[in-house]
């Protein structure tokens, strides 16, 4: 049984949680993110969950965004061999 | 992600780089080398092949500089070249192929992730540790890191990222989507772990 399937303002909660990136990344219709907005103002359950999502999302983004260092002589050696080629 | 900037530069440096100019491309390759290395390791088994992929794409980029066409970006262009590189050394080498993400029921991924139980702050707690972050990113499969990596890592476009993996753009989303609740079930299960650990 699913924990959280409330119809609130005309969506379901599995429908909140499987538009949550596309609200985040701003790519619904304003249409859907208003409704996504009204469900999540009336449900906590939603509002706590939508929150801890959005803050991993971000988390990712700021924490794991800088790369492994390539290592150090990679770049030189590359270029030695761009040098050989016409 | 870079910014208009950045991209002009990019830009004239690729244009300079057609001309002959090996200095152009040198300055490419330090600006976007991380990028491609992290693509490259993602895609490859050890850091000496992922090197092997990284001189291969520039290698490649540097004789095709001139079908570069200015659609995309050039750092897109380049991951684009490395990904391209490192799906042909799998073809060659006959390693097994990145498994797709496997469709999971979504209200699953949910339920392992916290949505719609009791302590729903589990996700949110388990996130503010560094650890449990980098280690339930590094337990997801390629096809998802590959996609997190692109989107949420490099920054590129929704466009762009599609076109890289060549997914439709709703293809992509679902895909994104898919990967962003795998990591969150697999992050509060690092939490719930390290809890439970003496």
């Given at each position: 049984?699913?924990?959280?399937?409330?119809?609130?303002?005309?969506?379901?909660?599995?429908?909140?949680?499987?538009?949550?990136?596309l609200?985040?990344d701003?790519d619904?219709?304003?249409?859907?993110?208003?409704?996504?907005?009204?469900?999540?103002?009336?449900?906590?359950?939603?509002?706590?969950?939508?929150?801890?999502?959005?803050?991993?999302?971000?988390?990712?983004?700021?924490?794991?965004?800088?790369?492994?260092?390539?290592?150090?002589?990679?770049?030189?050696?590359?270029?030695?061999?761009?040098?050989?080629?016409? | 992600?870079?910014?208009?900037?950045?991209?002009?530069?990019?830009?004239?440096?690729?244009?300079?780089?057609?001309?002959?100019?090996?200095?152009?491309?040198?300055?490419?390759?330090?600006?976007?080398?991380?990028?491609?290395?992290?693509?490259?390791?993602?895609?490859?088994?050890?850091?000496?092949?992922?090197?092997?992929?990284?001189?291969?794409?520039?290698?490649?980029?540097?004789?095709?500089?001139?079908?570069?066409?200015?659609e995309a970006?050039?750092?897109t262009?380049?991951l684009t070249?490395?990904r391209?590189?490192?799906?042909?050394?799998?073809?060659?080498?006959?390693?097994?192929?990145?498994?797709?993400?496997?469709?999971?029921?979504?209200?699953?991924?949910?339920?392992?992730?916290?949505?719609?139980?009791?302590?729903?702050?589990?996700?949110?707690?388990?996130?503010?540790?560094?650890?449990?972050?980098?280690?339930?990113?590094?337990?997801?499969?390629?096809?998802?890191?590959e996609i997190?990596?692109l989107r949420?890592?490099e920054?590129l476009s929704g466009e762009d990222t599609a076109a890289l993996l060549g997914l439709s753009r709703p293809a992509m989303k679902s895909r994104l989507h898919?990967a962003?609740?795998?990591?969150?079930?697999?992050?509060?299960?690092?939490?719930?772990?390290?809890?439970?650990?003496?």
């Amino acid at each position: 049984m699913r924990p959280c399937d409330r119809n609130v303002a005309g969506l379901t909660c599995l429908a909140v949680m499987a538009d949550l990136s596309l609200y985040l990344d701003h790519d619904l219709p304003d249409a859907r993110a208003a409704q996504i907005e009204a469900h999540v103002s009336a449900c906590q359950q939603c509002a706590s969950f939508g929150a801890a999502f959005a803050e991993l999302i971000t988390q990712v983004q700021e924490r794991l965004r800088e790369p492994d260092p390539v290592p150090a002589d990679v770049e030189s050696r590359l270029k030695a061999r761009l040098l050989v080629r016409t | 992600m870079p910014g208009e900037d950045e991209s002009l530069i990019d830009i004239d440096l690729t244009r300079r780089a057609a001309g002959g100019d090996r200095e152009a491309f040198g300055a490419l390759v330090t600006r976007h080398q991380a990028s491609v290395f992290r693509l490259a390791r993602l895609l490859t088994r050890t850091p000496g092949d992922a090197e092997d992929i990284l001189q291969e794409a520039f290698l490649s980029a540097w004789t095709g500089l001139h079908r570069f066409r200015g659609e995309a970006s050039v750092r897109t262009w380049l991951l684009t070249i490395t990904r391209n590189a490192a799906l042909s050394q799998r073809s060659r080498t006959a390693r097994e192929p990145i498994d797709p993400t496997p469709i999971e029921d979504l209200a699953d991924l949910g339920v392992r992730a916290g949505w719609g139980g009791p302590t729903p702050e589990d996700l949110a707690i388990a996130t503010e540790q560094r650890d449990h972050l980098a280690a339930a990113f590094a337990g997801l499969n390629a096809v998802d890191r590959e996609i997190l990596t692109l989107r949420d890592l490099e920054e590129l476009s929704g466009e762009d990222t599609a076109a890289l993996l060549g997914l439709s753009r709703p293809a992509m989303k679902s895909r994104l989507h898919r990967a962003r609740m795998t990591l969150a079930a697999l992050v509060r299960e690092e939490g719930t772990h390290a809890t439970l650990r003496p």
